[in-house]
């Protein structure tokens, strides 16, 4: 089982909608969680990072966690043709050295204009 | 302030050969990793050094050496390149004082063809 899990997608939804894009995870100890955003061609970058059950809000993003279900999710308000991307869910499993980061296979993004 | 930066940018080698990928950051971010990127498989942990003078291997070694030369650089050396080691390779930060909240910054990867 991997560590970290998301539907590939692609995921298309039209602009001004809201997008959700789900992760779960297999460590039931993990402690932190990231969702990082990576164009085509680019490198990841951090959009988000969640360490608390409940909600975090940042603009028009907002991660949810949940560590009894072991999910994570990621909500995208008000959607741009610009947050067209892969999302990436990464997570710190709790016995690992340094802090290392298992990432999904990410998440495919398409916001029709 | 450049970030983590990564030479070169593209690469094609033929099996057998050697290379080494170098990385550099200007954060003073104690940590460094290096990650390859695959279709289907996401980013994979190479190596990493949670602080100078230390390395350890990741999920995927096999193949790959790294060497911590300074605070600064973390570079990763192919021996003897397969086709397998066709992939985006990225190196990454963080400043990891001990804590959960850690965040890793990335470099903008090297392109790799092996032939």
């Known amino acids: 089982q991997k560590e970290v899990e998301q539907n590939s997608g692609p995921l298309s939804v039209p602009e001004g909608a809201i997008a959700s894009l789900n992760c779960t995870y297999s460590?039931?100890?993990?402690?932190?969680f990231f969702w990082y955003r990576q164009y085509s061609g680019k490198s990841p970058e951090l959009i988000m990072s969640i360490y608390s059950n409940g909600d975090k809000e940042d603009g028009r993003f907002t991660a949810q966690l949940n560590k009894a279900s072991q999910y994570v999710s990621l909500l995208i308000r008000d959607s741009q043709p610009s947050d067209s991307a892969t999302y990436l869910c990464?997570?710190?499993?709790?016995?690992?050295?340094?802090?290392?980061?298992?990432f999904g296979t990410g998440t495919r993004l398409t916001v029709i204009p | 302030n450049a970030g983590v930066t990564q030479t070169p940018k593209f690469q094609v080698l033929k099996t057998g050969q050697s290379m080494t990928l170098q990385c550099a950051q200007d954060?003073?971010?104690?940590?460094m990793y290096w990650y390859r990127q695959d279709p289907g498989m996401g980013l994979r942990l190479i190596y990493y050094s949670a602080s100078e003078g230390t390395t350890d291997k990741g999920e995927v070694p096999n193949g790959y050496n790294v060497s911590r030369l300074n605070k600064r650089e973390f570079s990763l050396r192919l021996e003897s390149a397969a086709p397998s080691q066709t992939s985006v390779y990225f190196c990454a930060s963080s400043e990891f004082t001990g804590g959960a909240s850690d965040t890793q910054y990335f470099g903008p990867g090297t392109r790799l063809t092996v032939l």
């Open positions: 460590d039931r100890v993990s402690q932190s």
């Open positions: 990464a997570v710190i499993p709790h016995q690992t050295g340094a802090n290392n980061l298992f």
């Open positions: 954060m003073n971010h104690n940590s």
